[in-house]
């Protein structure tokens, strides 16, 4: 049976998390289910909550959980919270900038991709570069 891969043309990433290959997506259920996570009406308001280009350990952890459900995967919240990767807090910042830029139509050279709707604010986090 062949693994199923990630397709960046349906917004899927893959990411090493815990030593083992997921495949993480931003559905429309993840999407509404973070607009409720962070109290906002629309994408819009996602991307104004997102504008800083920052985020917390708390951001990255729900945007990780939708992600991966999102995807496929089944995990319990508290292996969710265990979740590590390379590249400890960095990594996990570049693996949920990855997934924007794919949600959004980002290409791998940074320009906006045909008929995709503008970027989002790259993502950065305090101490990690």
Do not use: K, W, Y
């Amino acid at each position: 049976m062949t693994e199923r891969r990630a397709n960046r043309r349906r917004g899927e990433i893959e990411a090493e998390l815990a030593g083992e290959r997921h495949i993480l997506c931003l559905t429309l259920g993840a999407l509404a289910e973070l607009e409720t996570a962070f109290g906002v009406d629309d994408l819009a308001g996602l991307a104004d909550r997102f504008s800083s280009g920052r985020l917390s350990s708390r951001d990255i952890s729900v945007i990780l959980a939708a992600a991966l459900r999102g995807g496929g995967n089944s995990l319990r919240e508290d292996e969710l919270a265990s979740l590590s990767t390379d590249g400890g807090a960095a990594g996990l910042v570049a693996i949920v900038s990855d997934l924007f830029a794919a949600t959004f139509g980002q290409v791998s050279d940074g320009s906006r991709a045909e008929g995709g709707p503008e970027n989002p604010p790259p993502v950065t986090s305090p101490g990690c570069s």
